[in-house]
C-alpha cells in the first residue's frame, strides 16, 4: 500500500509502542528478579544475583517444579495421541460429524478455563469420587491441551501429498505400515511443535489447575500464586518467575522455528476451524 | 500381532475412522461434554444451610439469588462490561500493529514481529498479572515514572483490571486481524488507490470491511478471556468478577459456584452466535 512518510512514521510509532506495552512489564520483573532490597519499589537500590541460588535450592520450588514438569509432561503425550488420532480421522477420511470434530476440539479452550476447572473438578469429586490430586491436573491440562497438537498435524496433514500413502497402499503395505514408514516421517516435526506447545500451554497454567489439584500440591504458577501475598517471599518468587517465563517461552520459540511455513503457532492456539483459509480467500475477493 | 491388527482394518474405512475417534471422542465427549454436563445438573442443586451437605434435587434457588440478588446482578453487569471495554480498547490498539506487520512490514521485519507479538501469548499468564501488580503499587514504575508530571497511576481497582486485562488479551487481537489483513489482496488496495480514493477512503471503504470479521474473530477470546478470568481482579482489585464469586463459592457451595459457571457459558453462546452471523468464525 502507498503511504505517506507521515503514515508510515505513525504506524512505526504505534508499533513501537505496543511492543514496549507487551514487553515492559516482563522487562521489570526481570529487573526485580536481581533487586538487592527485599522490598519491591522503583528503581531498585542495588542488583544482586542472590535470588536465583536461593530459588533453586528451595526445596518447596523443587517439589513444584517436579509436580510441574510430571503434569506437563503426562497432558502432553495423552494431547499427542488423542490430537493425532483426530486429526488423522478429520484430514484423511470422511464421515458424518467431521466439522463437529474440529469444533469439539476447540471448545476447552475456547470457554473460560474456570468453567473447564470447575466442570472437570466437579465430576471427579462428586460423580466418580476421584479425589483431585496430580491424575485430575493431568487430565485438565489435556482436555485443552488436545487442540494445539490436533491443530499442528491437520495443518501438516493437508499439506502432505496423500499420492505417498495411496503409493505405499498399492505397494502392498499395510494400513499400520503405511502409517509407520509414510505418514509418522512427515508428521515429526508437527508432533515436536504440537507437543512442545501442549507443554507450554500445561506449564503455564493456573486457573484450570487451581480447581484440579490436590490439597496441598502445588505446580510452579500455584507456587507463585500462593506466595504473592506474603510481602517477604517475593524476591524468590521474583527469580522464580524468570525461570517460569524462561521454561515456557523456550519451547514456544522451537514450535515456532519447527512449523513456520504452516504458521503453526500462530494458529494453533486459536484453533484453525475446518477449511476456514480456502472459504475465506473467496470471501475476501467481493 | 501388529500384522494381524493391521490386516483387520485393511480396507475397513468405517472401522479405521471408528479406532481413531474412539479415543479423541470418548475423551471429549464422555469425558468434557459429560463434565460440563454434570455442571449443568449441579447448578440445581443445593446446600443443607444446616448440615452443608449437597442435596442433589431439582431447585430453582441458585438462579433465583443470581438473578434477585443486586450484588450478583452488579457483577455480572461488571464483568460484562469490562469484557467489552478490554474487547473495543484491543481492537484499536491491535489494528495499526496487525495493519503494520501485513502491509507495511518487510518480510524479514514480518517474521520478527510475529515473534514478537507470538511469544508472550503463550507464556507466563500469571506472571505479566504479577507483574502489572508491582508496576501498579504504591512504590511501583508507574507512579514512578508518571510523578515528574505531577500525575499519578490508576491504582488498584477496576481500571487497573481494565487496563492489566487489555495488555494481557491484546496478542490474542493482533493475531486473527494480521491473519485478516494478509489475506486481503494488496491489487485491491492498488485499485482502489488507482481509482482515485485517498489512504484514509481506501482504509474505510476496503480494507476495514474485508477486516471486520478478523476483528470479531479476535473479540472472541478478548471477551471469553476477560469474562472468566479471576486471578487479575485477585491481583489488582479489590472488586468481584464473575470468577471471583465462582472461586469463593466452590469450596462451600459448589452448586451456587456451578450455576454462576453457566453465566459465562450462556454469555459467550450468545457472542458466539453473534459472530458467526459477522462472518467471524472463517478466521479463527
Known amino acids: 500500500m502507498r503511504l505517506s512518510r507521515r503514515s508510515t512514521l505513525l504506524l512505526r510509532l504505534a508499533i513501537g509502542v505496543g511492543l514496549a506495552f507487551i514487553y515492559v512489564p516482563l522487562i521489570v520483573i526481570a529487573i526485580y528478579a536481581f533487586n538487592a532490597s527485599n522490598i519491591l519499589e522503583w528503581p531498585p537500590p542495588g542488583l544482586t544475583l542472590d535470588w536465583f541460588p536461593k530459588a533453586i535450592e528451595s526445596p518447596s520450588v523443587h517439589e513444584a517444579l517436579l509436580t510441574s514438569l510430571k503434569a506437563g509432561l503426562a497432558a502432553t503425550a495423552i494431547a499427542i495421541m488423542l490430537g493425532t488420532l483426530a486429526s488423522l480421522a478429520v484430514a484423511r477420511y470422511r464421515f458424518f460429524g467431521r466439522e463437529t470434530i474440529s469444533f469439539l476440539v476447540i471448545l476447552p479452550i475456547a470457554l473460560p478455563g474456570i468453567v473447564t476447572g470447575v466442570a472437570i473438578s466437579n465430576t471427579f469429586t462428586q460423580v466418580l469420587g476421584v479425589p483431585l490430586g496430580l491424575l485430575t491436573v493431568i487430565v485438565g491440562h489435556a482436555t485443552f491441551c488436545i487442540v494445539v497438537v490436533y491443530n499442528n498435524v491437520v495443518a501438516r496433514l493437508r499439506r502432505v501429498s496423500t499420492s505417498f500413502e495411496e503409493a505405499s497402499a498399492d505397494l502392498g503395505a499395510h494400513t499400520w505400515q503405511t502409517f509407520r514408514f509414510v505418514t509418522l516421517p512427515s508428521l515429526r516435526t508437527a508432533l515436536a511443535a504440537g507437543g512442545l506447545l501442549a507443554f507450554a500451554l500445561s506449564f503455564d497454567e493456573i486457573i484450570v489447575t487451581t480447581f484440579t489439584i490436590g490439597a496441598g500440591e502445588e505446580t510452579l504458577p500455584i507456587w507463585i500464586f500462593s506466595r504473592l501475598f506474603r510481602p517477604n517471599e517475593l524476591p524468590i518468587v521474583n527469580a522464580v518467575a524468570v525461570l517460569v517465563v524462561l521454561i515456557s517461552i523456550v519451547p514456544v520459540y522451537l514450535a515456532h522455528r519447527l512449523t513456520r511455513e504452516e504458521g503453526g503457532v500462530a494458529a494453533a492456539r486459536g484453533g484453525r476451524i475446518e477449511g476456514g483459509g480456502v472459504e475465506t480467500e473467496a470471501t475476501a475477493v467481493p | 500381532m501388529g500384522h494381524r491388527l493391521a490386516g483387520l482394518f485393511h480396507g475397513r474405512p468405517r472401522l479405521q475412522i471408528s479406532g481413531l475417534l474412539a479415543g479423541p471422542v470418548g475423551w471429549l465427549v464422555i469425558g468434557y461434554l459429560g463434565s460440563l454436563a454434570v455442571l449443568l445438573i449441579a447448578a440445581f442443586w443445593t446446600v443443607d444451610p444446616l448440615s452443608g451437605e449437597l442435596v442433589q434435587g431439582l431447585s430453582f434457588e441458585n438462579f433465583e439469588t443470581l438473578f434477585n440478588e443486586p450484588v450478583y446482578r452488579d457483577i455480572v453487569k461488571r464483568t460484562v462490561l469490562i469484557a467489552a471495554?478490554?474487547?473495543?480498547?484491543?481492537?484499536?490498539?491491535?489494528?495499526?500493529?496487525?495493519?503494520?506487520?501485513?502491509?507495511?512490514?518487510?518480510?524479514?521485519?514480518?517474521?520478527?514481529?510475529?515473534?514478537?507479538?507470538?511469544?508472550?501469548?503463550?507464556?507466563?499468564?500469571?506472571?505479566?498479572?504479577?507483574?502489572?501488580?508491582?508496576?501498579?503499587?504504591?512504590?511501583?514504575?508507574?507512579?514512578?515514572?508518571?510523578?515528574?508530571?505531577?500525575?499519578?497511576?490508576?491504582?488498584?481497582?477496576?481500571?487497573?483490571?481494565?487496563?492489566?486485562?487489555?495488555?494481557?488479551?491484546?496478542?490474542?487481537?493482533?493475531?486473527?486481524?494480521?491473519?485478516?489483513?494478509?489475506?486481503?489482496?494488496?491489487?485491491?488496495?492498488?485499485?482502489?488507490?488507482?481509482?482515485?480514493?485517498?489512504?484514509?477512503?481506501?482504509?474505510?471503504?476496503?480494507?476495514?470491511?474485508?477486516?471486520?470479521?478478523?476483528?470479531?474473530?479476535?473479540?472472541?477470546?478478548?471477551?471469553?478471556?476477560?469474562?472468566?478470568?479471576?486471578?487479575?481482579?485477585?491481583?489488582?482489585?479489590?472488586?468481584?468478577?464473575?470468577?471471583?464469586?465462582?472461586?469463593?463459592?466452590?469450596?462451600?457451595?459448589?452448586p451456587f459456584a456451578s450455576a454462576l459457571a453457566l453465566v459465562p457459558i450462556v454469555v459467550m453462546i450468545a457472542y458466539l452466535m453473534v459472530a458467526r452471523k459477522l462472518g467471524a468464525f472463517e478466521h479463527i
Not at chain 2, 473495543?88 to 495493519?99: E, G, N
Not at chain 2, 508472550?120 to 503499587?137: D, E, I
Not at chain 2, 476477560?226 to 462451600?252: A, E, H, K
Open chain 2, 85 to 254: 471495554l478490554v474487547t473495543v480498547t484491543d481492537a484499536v490498539l491491535a489494528f495499526p500493529i496487525a495493519f503494520y506487520m501485513a502491509k507495511v512490514a518487510s518480510r524479514r521485519g514480518k517474521a520478527i514481529l510475529v515473534v514478537a507479538v507470538l511469544l508472550p501469548l503463550w507464556s507466563s499468564y500469571l506472571v505479566k498479572v504479577y507483574a502489572w501488580r508491582t508496576m501498579l503499587s504504591a512504590g511501583g514504575v508507574i507512579n514512578w515514572a508518571l510523578e515528574p508530571f505531577g500525575l499519578s497511576g490508576p491504582g488498584f481497582g477496576s481500571t487497573a483490571v481494565w487496563l492489566v486485562m487489555s495488555y494481557l488479551w491484546l496478542p490474542y487481537m493482533i493475531l486473527p486481524i494480521y491473519a485478516g489483513l494478509e489475506r486481503i489482496p494488496n491489487s485491491l488496495i492498488s485499485a482502489s488507490e488507482d481509482l482515485g480514493a485517498s489512504p484514509f477512503t481506501t482504509f474505510r471503504r476496503v480494507i476495514l470491511p474485508l477486516a471486520f470479521p478478523a476483528v470479531v474473530a479476535g473479540s472472541i477470546f478478548t471477551f471469553a478471556l476477560t469474562l472468566g478470568d479471576y486471578i487479575t481482579p485477585r491481583l489488582v482489585s479489590n472488586d468481584q468478577f464473575i470468577g471471583n464469586v465462582i472461586f469463593n463459592n466452590i469450596s462451600n457451595n459448589l
